[in-house]
């Protein structure tokens, strides 16, 4: 299982959202099957989205995109930090 690890400042949470909620079919059509989203305590301008994919390079190609990179643009996002991830174990407990 691949995942990927955003962390970005946001202006407006709402508008933001908004944005998020539009692109849900360019994201799914790119390989995102599941997502969170979750904020800093005490600091909601600061979203973390934390998503499953199909494949690291599936990721990677849609968040690097001038396509995604305009649209952060204009949803008011600061320059994310991407972490690519690969599941190595998972457990409940």
Known sequence: MCFVLITHEVEDYSFWKKGFDEAAVLRKNAGEIEFQILKYEGNPKVIVHFSKWRSLQAAKSFFESDE??????QLGVQRPKFVYLDRIEQGTL
């Open 68 to 73: 995604v990179e305009l649209i952060r643009e």
